[in-house]
């Protein structure tokens, strides 16, 4: 298992950007394919954006399709989301994950990923 603890969420008006970090600590960081994830009351918790472990292979939810970007940096254990062009609709509490995934024929889901970080809000205004 994997300790994640996310750091970046807020208030942000509609258009502004946002950057979410997830360190993780535990085992070879590097080995874990990394997601976000987002939640909102009542319905079901989303994917949002996923990375390969080495970090070669990214994959997005088509609501974020060029507004969000995910990275990792390997040396420092963190994924981050970069998020722009943030919308009403994107207010959820997001979700760090650490699983397992790669290649041109996967598509994240949440049974991919066994360690979760307790969340963080994302609150966009209109």
């Known amino acids: 298992q994997v300790h994640l603890v996310e750091s970046g969420g807020g208030l942000v008006q509609a258009g502004g950007s946002l950057r979410l970090s997830c360190a993780a600590s535990?085992?070879?960081?590097?080995?874990?394919?990394m997601g976000w994830f987002r939640q909102v009351p009542g319905k079901e918790r989303e994917f949002v954006a996923a990375?390969?472990?080495?970090?070669?292979?990214?994959y997005y939810g088509d609501p974020v399709k060029g507004r969000f970007t995910i990275s990792r940096d390997n040396a420092k254990n963190t994924v981050s989301l970069q998020m722009n062009s943030l919308k009403p609709e994107d207010t959820a509490v997001y979700y760090c994950?650490?699983?397992?995934?790669?290649?041109?024929?996967?598509?994240?889901?949440?049974?991919?990923?066994?360690?979760w970080g307790q969340g963080t809000q994302v609150t966009v205004s209109s």
């Open positions: 994950a650490a699983g397992s995934g790669y290649g041109s024929s996967w598509s994240p889901v949440t049974s991919d990923f066994d360690s």
């Open positions: 535990g085992r070879t960081f590097s080995n874990y394919a």
């Open positions: 990375i390969s472990g080495k970090g070669g292979w990214t």
